[in-house]
């Protein structure tokens, strides 16, 4: 793969949204398609005012076999990002076929993830 530029990356930046729940969902509708990568690099979740909850974040491959990544801790009016400003490093890489599932221990928070695909 050729080196982008923190330019090329930001014009690539998109963003998915899904507000967990206590039930695992999938927070992209399909999976990465064939071919590409997608890299992560951010992800943001914000409290839903009521309750504190610990949101597991788990990869999915492409056989649906779920891992967990992380389970990050929320307050219910309180923010948690995992990541950081270097677009070149990403918290996490899905290849083709993959997805990440995101699951609430309590409430409803929301979660934003900010990726980029190459």
Request: hydrophobic share 35%; proline share 3%.
């Amino acid at each position: 793969m050729n080196q982008l530029t923190n330019i090329e990356i930001a014009q690539r930046l998109k963003f998915a949204y899904k507000q967990a729940t206590t039930s695992r969902a999938d927070v992209f509708s399909s999976a990465v398609p064939s071919g590409k990568t997608r890299n992560i690099v951010w992800i943001f979740i914000t409290g839903d005012g009521s309750s504190a909850s610990q949101i597991t974040i788990e990869k999915k491959d492409s056989s649906g076999t779920y891992s967990t990544f992380i389970k990050p801790h929320v307050t219910a009016s309180g923010n948690t990002q995992v990541g950081s400003d270097n677009l070149q490093n990403p918290v996490i890489t899905l290849a083709s076929g993959e997805n990440i599932a995101i699951t609430a221990s309590a409430g409803t928070p929301d979660v934003t993830i900010v990726y980029w695909d190459y």
